[in-house]
Each structure stands twice: as structure tokens, then as C-alpha cells.
């Protein structure tokens, strides 16, 4: 969780600097739910994430390294610098993209979940979206059709409440996202997006219904953003749709320091806090110098991986 906040606060600062260009979306205020997830997924298991996505990636196992060259545009890059903060993709470690377009990651992960079904393995997919998404219809039509077929994945709605500046009391109809769940037959739970441990609980009773060829759950986290849509925001944005005391209020609730004081509970000390924010310092300002000293894309990389070089047909069972 520390290493996700760090993170994003580091690239935030990058992009001010001119390093990184483009838009970043800062995960922070979030981090419970990505490491809650993940805490009791598989490598082999896949998620698709949205353009608030570093979060999702390096709960997945992403690494920092290639992550800040994503951010910066350099070949050496999950994706040869050429997606950007908001389409880093890992096959290997079972990340099948972030998404800048909203709430198109889910009909990914519903044929991921489909192709494992398919497949007859017990690999689950996650699919994170936030809650202005749930109002898009591919979210809908992805939900009915993994209900129908009892596909193995997991809808996960960071309800952070606000869709760039849009509060979701004002676009959505019901108070919970999970409410819409249920008319598709799907298990449907709110839980404080806030508490790890929380978040946990409920991701591992729907990864076990998933793995079991139960089908699909719906998991709404209640969380916040502390900061505003993209890291440029307050230079572009006039009138603020916040004000300190929502933001400060929902501060005090904040994931870090809750995990913090019940390891302070359970025995950790000072020390070893201090020890842990030095490492995650280190790790993240290595990846800033692996950054600087890669080399950006060349002109001529432009036209590469556009097209596939080749092309294999794969015979499916039993169609025509």
C-alpha cells in the first residue's frame, strides 16, 4: 500500500517536472482495495484495470522500473513506451491492460473469464472499474452475460464518488452500485474500500466461489481520491467541486495509517516503519533514474508492433 501511494505521489511530481507527459491518474486514498484483492489472487489469474490503474498493477506484482519507463515514454517499458500511464499490459503477470476508455476493461475480462471456463481451469479474472463506469453499457451487458454462463469473475466497483467532477448521488439512481448486482443474479456486497482487511474477507469468499464454477460476485468498495481526477487538475480546472473539509474528513479515514495502527497493535514498531518507507523510497527513486537513462522510442518504432506479423488459426472444440 505504501509502495502504490509513494508511487503515485512520485509520479505526480514527474509529470510537473516535464518527465513524464500525458495525463496521470493518482491512485492515492485507494491503495486497500488493489492490495485486498490481490492478496488472495494468483499469478495465473488476470485482471483488467482503468485508467486509474497503477494501483491494480503493482498490487498485481508490477514492477517499478517498468513502470516509470511506461510513464516516461521509454522502450524499455512494459509496453516500449508507447502506452502510457493508462494502458500498461503484462501478459505474464496477468494484467491484460489498463484502460483509458471507461469501463471498457470489463468485456475484456469477461472473455478472459469466458476463455478460462472454456479452458476448464479454475482461473478467476478480476475486473476493476469505478462507479461513473457502472452506468456504461458494456458494464451491464458483461454482467448478464457472466451471470448467464457462471463465468469465473469478479466485478470490482471502486466507488470513490466522483466521475471526474460529477458526484455519483447525482448520476447514479441507487445509493450502491451492488444494488444493480442483483438484477442480474449476481452476489452483490459493499464493503469499506478503506479497510484491507475488509476488502480481503470479501474478495476471498468470491474468489472461492469463482474457483468453484459458482460464477460471478460483485464486490462495490466504498472508498475515496484524495486528489482530483488527473495530476494536472487544479492548473486546468476553475472552480473546485470539493471542498478541504469533504477531502480532510475523508482523511482521517485514510487506509494507510488504519493498517498502520494495527500493526502497531500487533507489535511493529517505529523502526520498522521507517525502515519500510526508506525502502519504498529507494525502490521508487531507482525507478526514476531507470526512467532517465532509458532511451525513448524511435520514429521508426512507430510503425512496429501495429500489425501481427503473423497469424495462427487455433481450432475451438466443438464449433464449426
Known amino acids: 500500500m505504501l509502495m502504490i501511494r509513494r508511487f503515485d505521489e512520485r509520479a505526480a511530481t514527474l509529470v510537473d517536472e516535464g518527465e513524464v507527459t500525458g495525463e496521470v491518474h493518482q491512485y492515492i486514498g485507494q491503495e486497500a482495495v488493489a492490495v485486498g484483492i490481490s492478496s488472495v489472487i494468483r499469478k495465473d489469474d488476470a485482471i483488467t484495470s ?7 498493477v503493482l498490487a498485481k506484482g508490477g514492477d517499478v522500473n517498468l513502470m516509470m519507463a511506461e510513464l516516461g515514454g521509454r522502450t524499455t517499458g512494459y509496453c516500449k513506451g508507447k502506452g502510457g500511464s493508462m494502458h500498461i499490459t503484462s501478459l505474464d503477470l496477468g494484467i491484460y491492460g489498463t484502460n483509458g476508455m471507461v469501463g471498457q476493461g470489463v468485456p475484456i475480462a469477461l472473455g478472459a473469464a469466458f476463455a478460462n471456463n472454456f479452458k476448464g481451469n479454475d482461473n478467476v479474472t478480476i475486473t476493476y472499474f469505478g462507479e461513473g463506469a457502472s452506468n456504461e453499457g458494456a458494464v451491464h451487458e458483461s454482467m448478464n452475460m457472466a451471470a448467464i454462463w457462471k463465468l469465473p469473475l469478479i466485478f470490482v466497483c471502486e466507488n470513490n464518488q466522483y466521475a471526474v467532477s460529477f458526484n455519483a448521488k447525482d448520476s447514479t439512481s441507487v445509493e450502491n452500485i451492488a444494488e444493480r448486482g442483483k438484477g442480474y443474479g449476481i452476489p452483490s456486497i459493499v464493503v469499506d474500500g478503506m479497510d484491507v482487511f475488509a476488502v480481503r474477507e470479501a474478495a ?18 466504498k472508498t475515496y481520491r484524495y486528489f482530483g481526477h488527473f495530476a494536472g487538475e487544479p492548473h486546468v480546472l476553475k472552480k473546485p467541486y470539493r471542498t478541504d473539509e469533504e477531502i480532510e474528513s475523508h482523511r482521517q479515514n485514510d487506509p494507510i495509517e488504519r493498517l498502520k495502527r494495527h500493526l502497531v497493535e500487533e507489535g511493529v514498531d517505529e523502526v520498522e516503519f521507517a525502515e519500510m518507507e526508506a525502502k519504498v523510497h529507494e525502490i521508487i527513486e531507482d525507478g526514476v533514474v531507470f526512467m532517465k537513462e532509458s532511451p525513448r522510442p524511435t520514429l521508426e518504432a512507430a510503425l512496429e508492433d501495429a500489425y501481427a506479423v503473423e497469424h495462427k488459426t487455433m481450432p475451438v472444440k466443438g464449433w464449426a
Open 50 to 56: 482503468n485508467h486509474r490503474g497503477h494501483g491494480h
Open 204 to 221: 476471498k469468499e468470491a474468489v472461492q466461489r469463482a474457483r468453484n464454477g459458482e460464477g460471478p460476485t460483485l464486490i462495490e468498495c
